[in-house]
């Protein structure tokens, strides 16, 4: 009964904040609205017991997409919104309606028996030699999708460096934050990010066997190389250097590598021969974290605008 | 014994949801920024102490109460310095610089 109300109190205030978002005027707003969303979705998974899901919303939802938000509206010139014709809207809304509709339809009128393979997953997990079975899921039984995602990331990292303007080509991206030499994030900065590194290690270690994982855990280590960033005790890497550029590209490759290598030795693309599955993820695993907390640091500090060699 | 536990960790968690109270309805209806800091300040450190105290008893084993404690340093110490940062901002805007 507790567990019911509790339940729809945070159905009713992740309706009501998405509605709330999506009804301000102010960007600034919005994107707080947004973040508050995501920390109340990552409720609502933990409610359901999904905690890897809840970890990564909490993570990558809330947190990574909240701060690019931030600065990519600080970096937007602020614009009149004209209000688009009543047409318009009325158009938008009914495909959104639809959509939700959709959506709302393949929830509630499922097919019985559900169609599922978690008893599947159950019973071939340990010749993955993991321990979650949502790990299982990510790097043996749908690794295709974990690739291609890891691939997205690095995508989406070439489309903000598109937007360099040409002097800055191959420069940096400025990150600190103005004082930020006085006052007390440095301090918080030297105190929190060896724990915080220690925290995402973890985090990756421990997915194998309970909720956690190399996004949540890349995330946080991402999150400690902004703050170190931010705070003034490191700047950010040229983008023109190729060890950076290994750096972001080793996931993928080595991913990539292991990938191919299975055709051969175990028969299909993405496939591991059995006695080397646990190592195999593992190393995977951990050239996984390092790309993707360089490219999630990188997506927040933007495009480079510092010129190459003319130091502010 | 069982219910002296059920009953300290009752009424720590009560004690920490009532600063929660108090700090969300001092963040709604305080003037200024200052003092709307200072009050949710009170329910990230008091607030989250208290309810973690409670479930200290609680916890399955010293491993799980030890990530609480943690954790609610964790959040104490990026209260202060988020608490700060944004003091520093609401004073220099106040000032018109």
Same mark, same amino acid.
């Given at each position: 009964?507790?567990?019911?109300?509790?339940?729809?109190?945070?159905?009713?205030?992740?309706?009501?904040?998405?509605?709330?978002?999506?009804?301000?005027?102010?960007?600034?707003?919005?994107?707080?609205?947004?973040?508050?969303?995501?920390?109340?979705?990552?409720?609502?998974?933990?409610?359901?017991?999904?905690?890897?899901?809840?970890?990564?919303?909490?993570?990558?939802?809330?947190? =990574?997409?909240? =701060?690019?938000?931030?600065?990519?509206?600080?970096?937007?010139?602020?614009?009149?919104?004209?209000?688009?014709?009543?047409?318009?809207?009325?158009?938008?809304?009914?495909?959104?309606?639809?959509?939700?509709?959709?959506?709302?339809?393949?929830?509630?009128?499922?097919?019985? #028996?559900?169609?599922?393979?978690?008893?599947?997953?159950?019973?071939?997990?340990?010749?993955?030699?993991?321990?979650? #079975?949502? @790990?299982?899921?990510?790097? @043996?039984?749908?690794?295709?999708?974990?690739?291609?995602?890891?691939?997205?990331?690095?995508?989406?990292?070439?489309?903000?460096?598109?937007?360099?303007?040409?002097?800055?080509?191959?420069?940096? +991206?400025?990150?600190?934050?103005?004082?930020?030499?006085?006052? #007390?994030?440095?301090?918080?900065?030297?105190?929190?990010?060896? =724990?915080?590194?220690?925290?995402?290690?973890?985090?990756?270690?421990? /997915?194998?066997?309970? &909720? /956690?994982?190399?996004?949540?855990?890349?995330?946080?280590?991402?999150?400690?190389?902004?703050?170190?960033?931010?705070?003034?005790?490191?700047?950010? +890497?040229? %983008?023109?250097?190729?060890?950076?550029?290994?750096?972001?590209?080793?996931? +993928?490759?080595?991913?990539?590598?292991?990938?191919?290598?299975?055709?051969?030795?175990?028969?299909?693309?993405?496939?591991? +021969?059995?006695?080397?599955?646990? #190592?195999?993820?593992?190393? %995977?695993?951990?050239?996984?974290?390092?790309?993707?907390?360089?490219?999630?640091?990188?997506?927040?500090?933007?495009?480079?605008?510092?010129? &190459? /060699? =003319?130091?502010? | 014994?069982? !219910?002296?536990?059920?009953?300290?960790?009752? !009424?720590?968690?009560?004690?920490?949801?009532?600063?929660?109270?108090?700090?969300?309805?001092?963040?709604?209806?305080?003037?200024?920024?200052?003092?709307?800091?200072?009050?949710?300040?009170?329910?990230?450190?008091?607030?989250?102490?208290?309810?973690?105290?409670?479930?200290?008893?609680?916890?399955?084993?010293?491993?799980?109460?030890?990530?609480?404690?943690?954790?609610?340093?964790?959040?104490?110490?990026?209260?202060?310095?988020?608490?700060?940062?944004?003091?520093?901002?609401?004073?220099?805007?106040?000032?018109?610089?």
């Amino acid at each position: 009964m507790l567990g019911l109300a509790l339940d729809l109190l945070i159905a009713a205030l992740v309706i009501g904040v998405a509605l709330w978002t999506v009804r301000t005027r102010d960007d600034f707003a919005a994107i707080v609205g947004f973040v508050a969303y995501g920390l109340l979705l990552t409720l609502a998974w933990a409610r359901l017991a999904a905690y890897d899901v809840a970890l990564t919303e909490a993570a990558i939802g809330g947190g =990574v997409t909240g =701060v690019i938000l931030l600065r990519a509206s600080i970096r937007l010139k602020p614009v009149a919104t004209a209000r688009k014709p009543i047409g318009a809207r009325i158009l938008v809304g009914l495909l959104c309606a639809a959509i939700s509709a959709a959506l709302a339809a393949v929830v509630l009128l499922p097919m019985t #028996p559900a169609p599922s393979l978690a008893i599947e997953v159950r019973t071939h997990l340990a010749s993955t030699g993991l321990g979650n #079975p949502i @790990a299982g899921v990510l790097m @043996a039984y749908r690794a295709l999708d974990t690739f291609l995602e890891t691939v997205v990331v690095l995508l989406a990292l070439f489309g903000v460096w598109s937007l360099t303007p040409d002097a800055a080509w191959g420069g940096r +991206p400025a990150m600190a934050v103005p004082a930020a030499a006085f006052g #007390p994030l440095p301090l918080f900065g030297r105190l929190l990010i060896p =724990v915080g590194i220690v925290i995402g290690v973890y985090i990756v270690w421990v /997915g194998a066997d309970a &909720p /956690g994982g190399k996004f949540q855990g890349a995330t946080i280590l991402a999150a400690m190389w902004i703050l170190a960033m931010m705070a003034g005790l490191t700047q950010a +890497p040229s %983008i023109g250097r190729w060890r950076l550029r290994l750096l972001l590209a080793a996931g +993928p490759i080595v991913f990539l590598a292991i990938g191919l290598a299975g055709i051969p030795l175990a028969g299909a693309f993405l496939a591991y +021969p059995e006695a080397l599955a646990k #190592p195999l993820i593992l190393l %995977i695993e951990v050239a996984l974290t390092l790309s993707i907390a360089a490219t999630l640091g990188l997506l927040v500090a933007g495009p480079p605008d510092v010129t &190459p /060699g =003319v130091e502010p | 014994m069982t !219910a002296l536990v059920a009953l300290f960790s009752t !009424a720590a968690i009560g004690a920490g949801i009532i600063f929660f109270l108090a700090g969300t309805v001092g963040l709604i209806r305080f003037p200024d920024g200052l003092t709307r800091l200072h009050a949710l300040t009170k329910a990230d450190n008091l607030g989250l102490g208290l309810i973690v105290i409670g479930l200290l008893p609680l916890s399955s084993s010293v491993g799980m109460a030890l990530k609480l404690v943690v954790i609610w340093a964790l959040v104490q110490f990026a209260g202060a310095t988020v608490a700060q940062l944004i003091a520093r901002v609401a004073r220099s805007t106040e000032r018109g610089e």
